[in-house]
T-cell receptor, first 115, second 114 residues
Framework: DAGVIQSPRHEVTEMGQEVTLRCKPISGHDYLFWYRQTMMRGLELLIYFNNNVPIDDSGMPEDRFSAKMPNASFSTLKIQPSEPRDSAVYFC?????????????FGPGTRLTVL | GENVEQHPSTLSVQEGDSAVIKCTYSDSASNYFPWYKQELGKRPQLIIDIRSNVGEKKDQRIAVTLNKTAKHFSLHITETQPEDSAVYFCAAIHASGGSYIPTFGRGTSLIVHP
């Protein structure tokens, strides 16, 4: 298995533009998580899905952020409009809870820079 | 909500020494405690984890201990090597009935000097 795949790996955009981050979880995993990592705030959970259904989005900073999971193999995190304070590394992670294991496998991350 | 405190923020040791990183948590419902290692520019990777029904777990040079009463858990690395240099994160997670609520510590930068 290729592991969790994220794209793009780097994104540089200008303030006000829409940004879409993509994630392909490990095949068969039933949970998918979106995290944001910054020096100031550390690693923060934004939202997670169970079987494609959003379970907890209380970590989403504001309405400019939205996430979808249209099927078991694809998820997007969208920021519209983007702001400089959104600059961070965004990680996607997946796990298989049904088997009784809680191990999360992280993707390589997307480094977002908003100018 | 859950609050996880991690100490120290930076730890510098000589090769061969032991390193200990400690975390405390506030929510007694947390039942899963993983530790992640993150090298510069890389993704966090699980190195060891422990569940609330176990007090200690060991994997070669790495061990984790959990004290549920005091709500703290620690990572122990023995015989440190330069390749152990990285940022280490602890997390406290309440995993129950389809709910999964992780809270991460702020990380410890471990530097192992050759």
């Amino acid at each position: 298995d290729a592991g969790v795949i994220q794209s793009p790996r780097h994104e540089v955009t200008e303030m006000g533009q829409e940004v879409t981050l993509r994630c392909k979880p490990i095949s068969g995993h039933d949970y998918l998580f979106w995290y944001r990592q910054t020096m100031m705030r550390g690693l923060e959970l934004l939202i997670y899905f169970n079987n494609n259904v959003p379970i907890d989005d209380s970590g989403m900073p504001e309405d400019r952020f939205s996430a979808k999971m249209p099927n078991a193999s694809f998820s997007t995190l969208k920021i519209q409009p983007s702001e400089p304070r959104d600059s961070a590394v965004y990680f996607c992670a997946s796990s298989l809870m049904a088997g009784g294991t809680d191990t999360q496998y992280f993707g390589p991350g997307t480094r977002l820079t908003v100018l | 909500g859950e609050n996880v405190e991690q100490h120290p923020s930076t730890l510098s040791v000589q090769e061969g020494d032991s390193a200990v990183i400690k975390c405390t948590y506030s929510d007694s419902a947390s039942n899963y405690f993983p530790w992640y290692k993150q090298e510069l520019g890389k993704r966090p990777q699980l190195i060891i984890d422990i569940r609330s029904n176990v007090g200690e777990k060991k994997d070669q040079r790495i061990a984790v201990t959990l004290n549920k009463t005091a709500k703290h858990f620690s990572l122990h690395i023995t015989e440190t090597q330069p390749e152990d240099s990285a940022v280490y994160f602890c997390a406290a997670i309440h995993a129950s009935g389809g709910s999964y609520i992780p809270t991460f510590g702020r990380g410890t930068s471990l530097i192992v000097h050759p």
